[in-house]
């Protein structure tokens, strides 16, 4: 069978907008594109166009990438702002299909490849109806959580329209089985099968030994409170430096760092007790992975978060909270779990970790996130599926 052309489509995608927004779904792109003949169409709101549309073409990792940027709709009324905003993502997305044709040849898509349900699943079931191209679903979406009430907040027809996508995808393939249950307890039915996040494991390797006496706990988030539950982690560590000083917390995050430390000083935690890093590509943070103890996550939900599949990769313990699919990887020989919110629990771990971090074989840790996220195994995967639907 010779290489399927695949579409690969997304409600979000780095792009000079955002640079790190939908990261995880670049990477799945990158896993596939060894596998098939790949073309990313993104489309996304740009509030400092001077013409209506304005089309990106390059290559980014190998992965050929067109981004097509449309002014962004201006409009105080909710139904009118809603069909402009519709009518322009629809016409982006023609016109990349019309470029891709004109500029590359491409005029023959195989399989559609979306990912995050809303509004991206729109273009995906248009390329359906209109020239017959079957599409899979990936979901990393964390709205459709149990323990997050966004779902319930949406328009009835968003809501609809949703389900819809869902039914129509010829699968339906969530990073966790967390997530997938939650999406069809949500009322989005369909033909579902997990496909986990993936790893870069050249770039995420094994981690070095450390022998310091100073025990680092990495942290790499985007520094939102109410998820990441970053204050919690404030206060557990000033409890243990009441004790003992052998440890030192390394955040790296793309947030605010201002208002990071204003919290951290609000709640009493020492500064020499915590490093901060602002955004780093990939490359630099291997690294903290590769000098750190072990990572802590501490948040009140989640999905399946890259994090954790890097810190496995680079043979790094992980202490987090039993959210979303982190408990179906998360086990005795890997890392600790605690309840979500349960400081006390979280105390024991850390100090647990500080103590008996040794004992844990990251090499064994390493090469059991190998078998699972790595890229050539993740994209294999997703063209297994593509096999299937294509007969």
Known sequence: MQKPNVLFISSWYPSREHQTLGNFVQRHAESINPFVNLWVLYATSSESLEEEFELNYSEINGVKTLCVYYQKVDSSIPLLSSAKKLSRYR???????????????????????CNVTFPAGIIAMDLKKKLRIPYVLTEHWTMFLPYKNDFKKLNVLVKRKMKEIAANAAKVLPVSNHLAVSMQEKGLKG?????????????????????????????????????????????????????RQDFQLVIVTDG????????????????????????????EIAEFYRSSDFFVLFSNYENLPVVMVESFCCGLPFVSSSVGGIGEYVNETNGRLVSPGDEEAL????EFMLDSVQNFDSK??????VSQFDNKVVGESYLRVYKDILG
Not at 364 to 369: D, H, Q, V
């Open 91 to 113: 016409k982006a997305h023609d016109l990349g299909l019309s470029f891709l044709k004109e500029n590359h040849n491409v005029s023959k898509f195989d399989v559609v490849h």
């Open 191 to 243: 033909n579902y099968s997990v496909i986990p996040n993936v790893a870069d494991t050249n770039l995420f390797s094994l981690k070095q030994k450390t022998n310091g006496e100073i025990k680092k706990i990495l942290h790499v988030s985007t520094f939102v409170d109410d998820h990441k539950n970053i204050s919690g982690i404030f206060r557990v560590l000033k409890k243990i430096a009441e004790k």
């Open 256 to 283: 605010d760092i201002e208002k990071a430390k204003f919290l951290q000083k609000s709640i009493g935690l020492q500064d020499k007790y915590v490093t901060y890093h602002g955004t780093k590509t990939p490359t």
């Open 347 to 350: 105390k024991f771990e850390i």
């Open 364 to 369: 064994e840790i390493r090469n059991s996130a």
